[in-house]
């Protein structure tokens, strides 16, 4: 059955236009049969031209669970680490830059949560090194040992270049397509670390707290994932802003009320 079909297929499956962007996003796509994780199969519609197509109204269910969470999170101002190594994830790092959050694109470094104080021993020399570098500490050197300090920061940049602003364990991991990333899976769940998860049917549903089934090996699948993460965390930063409490609830000096004003004024102007 061709792909054309198939969309075709699902469509007719899925007829409600809340789903339609789904569909043409390709979130549908699952895993052929041998892949599938046992734990998985309530999460399958059905099968077509060998692939199994994933049932985007579970779909819809854990996304609706996954994004309040993340809602609520991002209302307490939590700190969140992104992860997607795989390079039709790289939206996700602009993610993080828009919501200055901590990610990783390149390779998850074994111990990042685990052995904190040691990478973080790591991010603060990277930085120690781009500073001295922009301030022109390095001008004595020779060109020799430029070279070796910039080809030092470079390798750095790309190993810890996403967790600088990364000043503590993060309160939650968001991770896309958890299959390869299983050491950071297992680090957040030691930890006790909330994880979301973007994956596909090949995951064990039991090894994250938020998982949405969805096709993890399409950048429009991913970049739709990544459009309903961005939609929840602005609307929990709103609602921080909105809830946030006023210099009169700080200060419960400032509760003076027009009439209490207009007293203080004649009295100043008597005395």
């Known amino acids: ?30 895993r052929k049969k041998s892949r599938v994780n046992p734990k998985m199969w309530p999460y399958i519609l059905t099968n ?30 939590a700190m969140i680490l992104l992860v997607a190594t795989q390079p039709h994830a790289e939206e996700i790092k602009n993610l993080a830059i828009e919501f200055n959050f901590p990610y990783v ?19 603060e020399h990277f930085k120690r090194l781009k500073s001295d570098l922009a301030s022109g500490a390095f001008q004595e050197y020779t060109k020799k040992e430029r070279a070796r300090v910039e080809a ?19 309160d939650l991991v968001l991770i896309v397509d958890f299959y390869p990333h299983k050491t950071a899976v297992r680090e957040a769940r030691r930890l006790r670390i909330p994880i979301v998860a973007f994956s596909n049917i090949d995951s064990d549903p039991d090894q994250v707290d938020y998982l949405v089934p969805g096709n993890t090996n399409s950048r ?12 929840a965390l602005k609307e929990g ?31 100043a102007k008597d005395g």
């Not at 694109?105 to 991010?123: D, M």
């Not at 429009?220 to 939609?231: D, I, P």
Request: hydrophobic fraction near 40%; charged fraction near 35%; aromatic fraction near 8%.
């Open 1 to 30: 059955m061709s792909e054309e079909s198939i969309i075709a297929k699902t469509k007719e499956l899925f007829p409600d236009e809340a789903f339609r962007e789904m569909v043409e996003a390709g979130v549908f796509y699952g």
């Open 48 to 77: 077509r031209g060998g692939i199994e197509i994933i049932n985007l109204t579970k779909t819809v269910q854990d996304l609706d669970r996954a994004m309040t969470f993340l809602r609520e999170k991002a209302k307490e101002n």
């Open 105 to 123: 694109v390149k390779r998850w470094i074994g111990g990042t949560l685990t052995n904190f104080k040691i990478i973080s021993l790591q991010v």
């Open 152 to 170: 030092e920061i470079k390798k750095l940049e790309e190993l810890i270049g996403g967790l600088e602003n990364m000043s503590r364990r993060p």
């Open 220 to 231: 429009k699948s991913v970049n739709w994932f990544l459009g309903k993460v961005r939609e």
């Open 237 to 267: 930063e709103q609602a921080r802003l909105t809830s946030a409490p006023s210099a009169a609830d700080i200060d419960p000096t400032l509760h003076e009320t027009k009439e209490d004003e207009k007293n203080i004024l004649e009295f």
